[in-house]
């Protein structure tokens, strides 16, 4: 009966078998197909990774030509203050000898109308 008892629990389990294949199969094929999804679902994603990285490459390159402009105006503000600036010890020191003269003959001119 030993032999007997092996073929019965030998086809009980041939029997669950070919009962669990069908669901087995079609698990199977669910995967498959998930993970082909999942392939074309990390394949886009990449792309667009890829475009991204693209766009933040040249918005930084934007932002450094922004900079450069900006520098270039700040620089050019910068040189016209320096040009509205009055320097009156700068002024006096280039032009003092007209002012010399110029209050020279101012002091003559009131003098001849102006005695003391």
Same mark, same amino acid.
């Given at each position: ?10 086809? $009980? ?6 009962? &669990? ?12 197909? &998930?993970?082909?999804?999942?392939? @074309? ?9 890829? !475009? ?14 922004? &900079? ?5 105006? !700040?620089? @050019? ?9 009055? !320097? ?6 280039? $032009? ?14 009131? &003098? ?5």
């Amino acid at each position: 009966m030993e032999v007997a008892d092996k073929v019965s629990e030998l086809e $009980n389990r041939v029997t669950a078998l070919e009962v &669990s294949k069908p669901y087995m199969e079609k698990i199977l094929e669910e995967v498959v197909t &998930s993970n082909k999804e999942l392939s @074309k679902a990390i394949g886009s994603l990449q792309k667009f990774i890829g !475009d991204m990285n693209a766009k933040i490459d040249n918005q930084g390159q934007k932002i450094e030509d922004l &900079s450069a402009h900006i520098d270039s105006v !700040d620089k @050019k503000i910068n040189i016209v203050e320096e040009k509205g600036k009055f !320097d009156m010890i700068d002024w006096l020191k280039k $032009n003092w000898p007209w002012i010399l003269i110029v209050l020279g003959f101012g002091g003559h001119y009131v &003098s001849q109308y102006v005695k003391i």
